[in-house]
């Protein structure tokens, strides 16, 4: 569930950006970013708020695909949506907390930085 809940927050990403119609595209990113992105983030925050109130992972006591998952498109949506965790602070310790892993530090200090809708640099690693 929580893998293909990643898919449906990520797919509308890449039919913004394949849009070549500029009026359009614009409204696609308005209604992803007041309207869809919220509606998932608040689901997968409760998700993760069942367990350990939200300061563990998804499920269970070890990280799994799903938490790596999680993270993955925590750390992508910012090309799209600034500060897309703002009004969700247990996904956002969440991505923290994952991104503080050693092995997965050192490989987001490797990352270029991407440049995002406006075309503006982001960090991988805020």
Not at 1 to 28: F, G, R, W, Y
Not at 83 to 105: H, M
Request: net charge negative; aromatic share 8%; with cysteine.
């Amino acid at each position: 569930m929580i893998l293909e809940t990643m898919q449906d927050i990520a797919n509308p990403i890449s039919v913004i950006c394949l849009c070549k119609d500029e009026e359009e595209k614009h409204a696609l990113k308005a209604t992803y970013e007041e309207e869809t992105l919220p509606r998932y983030l608040e689901a997968v925050q409760k998700i993760l708020a069942a367990n350990k109130d939200g300061k563990g992972f998804l499920v269970g006591d070890e990280m799994t695909v799903a938490d790596l998952s999680l993270f993955w498109t925590l750390d992508c949506i910012p090309v799209m949506v600034k500060n897309p965790t703002a009004k969700f602070p247990k996904l956002q310790e969440f991505r923290d907390r994952i991104a503080a892993v050693p092995n997965i530090a050192a490989w987001l200090e490797k990352l270029p930085k991407t440049a995002d809708w406006d075309n503006s640099n982001v960090e991988h690693n805020p």
